[in-house]
């Protein structure tokens, strides 16, 4: 088996435009959930997200390019060329031949598809632009980055709702260990902060009117936010032989189904997965130090997830660290987990932990060291990024330094 | 006025349970006629609707919502004092 490092990253998120902004406001525990600024947010009931700011696509596109890329597209290029740039490789020859691009996203164009609903629904038009169906499928952005950088692979998009991203990096992972790909771009994307993105979620009533506080007893529901992350995933001797910087070891994956219930989280589901990822990666669970959890909000997961991982960890459940950086950027459901692995390998390459930020007060059924509301330095090996789905659908990343 | 509530009510709480009108009383639970926390959402969905309503609930704190769930007589209550408060 090859093993499969990480030479790349980029992203767009609420946090900030980059990279080095948006691990800059994770050091700093900085909020990026705010009001809302959507068509009819004052027909919603829920009017905060973690919503990407200072953002004109004018300013990173061309006329022809925005009449084909929904905003979910658009994020996900901007982060996509971040990461690319910064792992220096050049697609072409038998590289490009054999790499491409896995990618998560839950509901893909969605502003393309509320802005056309609204165009025939409620204008009544009965024509709409011929670039609905290409903009708006969940596809769109692999297959721009395959055009765009020459990635002429396996490439596929993956819908796994809130697991998406993770499970994209798996496919990803998995394609370069087994040796079918040299190098492949991974990550996800999300942009549902519209009036029918928002308006759905609402009607599950999970939602917060106020804050994403993951794990405090006070937590009232999960925050939606939008953006994406991209990553490169390289084959360890590949990324080597090119004397490229490493940014950290993507060493472990498992995914599990709960195959129980279409929204309420299953305790064995998300332990057979994290389990599954530290048989994967060969670790023992005491070699785990940090968790970038789910960590959605809601009462049902939190405490679900806590008791998941005080199942796969014992003893040591007590001394590891685990946050949930949602309570920052928000969730960004099919993007989440691919914003998340930032956190993660800032962990792992500078020692800070992002912190869970909201946290008021404890909750007897989340008592374990969730890093509340500072970050914190410290010096960790191997961590674990955490995704559970709705619809029971797990996948676990486990990461190492190198 | 309150009796028509109160029938709706039951009637939206029976069909939610796959039960007769009949077989719903007021001090049933919601655990006692089966109805989950998706079956509750989709019961107070269908109550919005009937009554052309707000219902203040947010499953991640229903103890702590104006709405009190605990039998079919106080999500009855609760509901009549909404539509009186709406006219």
């Known amino acids: ?402 | 006025m309150s009796d028509s509530v109160k029938d709706k009510v039951i009637a939206i709480i029976a069909e939610q349970a796959v039960m007769d009108v009949s077989d719903v009383t007021p001090d049933s639970t919601l655990e006692d006629l089966g109805i989950d926390s998706l079956g509750l959402v989709e019961s107070i969905f269908a109550i919005e609707e009937a009554f052309d309503i707000q219902v203040p609930f947010n499953a991640n704190e229903p103890e702590q919502s104006d709405f009190d769930i605990s039998s079919v007589a106080s999500i009855i209550d609760a509901i009549e004092k909404l539509v009186a408060e709406k006219a």
């Open chain 1, 1 to 402: 088996m090859k093993r499969v490092v990480i030479t790349g990253q980029g992203t767009i998120n609420a946090l900030g435009h980059d990279v080095a902004a948006t691990t800059e406001a994770m050091r700093e525990g900085r909020c990026g959930i705010g009001d809302l600024d959507i068509r009819d947010v004052d027909r919603l009931s829920i009017k905060i997200g973690g919503q990407v700011k200072g953002y004109t696509p004018e300013d990173h596109f061309n006329r022809q390019q925005i009449a084909l890329f929904d905003r979910f597209t658009q994020f996900t290029m901007l982060a996509a060329k971040e990461a690319i740039a910064q792992s220096g490789l050049t697609f072409d020859g038998e590289l490009a031949v054999k790499s491409g691009v896995v990618l998560g996203t839950s509901g893909g164009g969605m502003n393309t598809l509320d802005e056309n609903y609204r165009s025939v629904y409620e204008d009544g038009k009965n024509r709409v632009h011929p670039f609905v169906v290409p903009k708006l499928m969940n596809n769109a952005a692999a297959s721009h980055v395959s055009m765009e950088y020459n990635l002429m692979g396996p490439s596929f998009t993956v819908a796994t709702a809130c697991a998406s991203s993770n499970h994209a990096m798996g496919q990803a992972f998995q394609l370069i260990r087994s040796g079918l790909a040299p190098a492949m771009v991974t990550g996800g994307s999300e942009s549902m902060l519209c009036f029918g993105g928002v308006k759905a979620w609402e009607g599950l009533r999970v939602m917060s009117k106020d804050a994403c506080r993951p794990f405090s007893a006070n937590r009232n529901g999960m925050v939606q936010g939008e953006g994406a992350a991209v990553f490169v995933f390289e084959e360890y001797e590949h990324a080597k032989a090119r004397g490229a910087q490493i940014l950290a070891e993507v060493n472990g994956f498992a995914m599990s189904s709960d195959a129980s219930d279409i929204v309420m989280p299953s305790r064995h589901g998300a332990a057979r997965a994290i389990s599954g990822a530290l048989r994967d990666a060969g670790l023992s669970p005491n070699q785990v130090g940090y968790i970038n959890a789910h960590g959605t909000g809601t009462a049902a997961n939190d405490k679900t997830e806590c008791a998941a991982v005080a199942d796969v960890f014992g003893a040591h459940a007590d001394r590891l660290m685990i946050s949930s950086t949602k309570s920052m950027h928000g969730h960004l459901i099919g993007g989440t987990g691919a914003v998340e692995l930032l956190a993660c390998i800032m962990a792992l390459r500078d020692g800070v932990i992002a912190p869970t930020i909201g946290y008021e007060e404890p909750d007897p059924e989340c008592t374990l060291d969730v890093v509340p509301n500072e970050a914190r330095e410290a010096d960790v090996d191997v961590v674990l990024s955490n995704a559970f789905a709705f619809g029971g659908l797990n996948a676990v990343l486990a990461l190492r330094r190198v």
